[in-house]
């Protein structure tokens, strides 16, 4: 006897590998890691079944996205150690004012990112993501004048001259 939920599973997987043998995509998107993970039935099984598509599409040079609706009552720490890169998008209803979506780059493999969140809006054609503001990143260059005193050795000896105010 098998479980319903092993059943549906090998169904659910069978149907996407041979969509993917039709179709030879170079972009899979599954949506929604959810019921892949109901189907599962336990955290094994469903890790094993995450890591079986990793290698089906690696092999494939294709690119996967994972979409989770975060229903779930943890946070899947089991993808997110399996993925390349992890991204979560929020929608903010407060109390007073108008909504507001974020995200939030939690992972990225290799490559340097901006931390925090970044507010986005979804427009016709994507998302605008508004990288969030570092205050440090937008000085002003500083200039640096300096006062030359005519003494060719002591303007040596004091880097070109003195700099223009510089505390006494």
Known sequence: MFHPS?????????LILREVE???PTLVILDSLSELR????????YRRQILGFK???????CTVLLLDDMTSAA???QVQSIAHAVIRLEQL???????????LVSKFRGVGFRGGYHDYVIRRGGL???PRLIASEHQPPRVTTRLISGLAELDALLGGGIERGAPP
């Not at 109901?38 to 099984?45: E, K, P, T, V």
């Not at 290698?55 to 040079?61: D, V, W």
């Not at 209803?93 to 995200?103: D, H, K, Q, S, V």
């Open 75 to 77: 946070h899947d720490l």
């Open 93 to 103: 209803n407060p109390m007073y004012g108008a909504e507001r979506r974020r995200l």
């Open 55 to 61: 290698q089906l599409f690696a092999g494939r040079g």
């Open 38 to 45: 109901l189907l599962s039935g336990s955290a094994l099984r």
């Open 128 to 130: 605008e993501v508004f």
């Open 22 to 24: 039709r179709s030879q």
């Open 6 to 14: 092993e059943v549906e599973l090998t169904e659910t997987t069978n």
